[in-house]
């Protein structure tokens, strides 16, 4: 688990952030890595990492397939295995 936010993770937040919040809340990478530093989301390195981490905090993912969760609306996947993770 890791609060960095590179390139890679930067992008995916920039092009799927529509799916969390009705509208963009960044437009750049600099506004993005802000906006992931105030809300202390997460880089995780596999689905079971997200699995672990929702799971710590409380969501019930015990009846969910992995598939679903990876599509949960604060999950985003970075594209290299890695995913983010954005309390909103």
Request: with cysteine; net charge negative.
């Amino acid at each position: 688990m890791s609060y960095e936010y590179d390139e890679a993770v930067l992008d995916a937040f920039l092009e799927q952030q529509e799916k969390l919040f009705p509208e963009a809340v960044a437009e750049s990478r600099e506004e993005a890595e802000e906006f992931l530093k105030d809300s202390m989301a997460v880089v995780v390195d596999s689905l079971t990492e997200v699995c672990d981490y929702l799971d710590e905090a409380g969501m019930d993912i015990s009846e969910m397939e992995q598939e679903d969760i990876a599509e949960a609306e604060e999950v985003f996947a970075v594209g290299d295995g890695r995913y983010l993770i954005v309390d909103a």
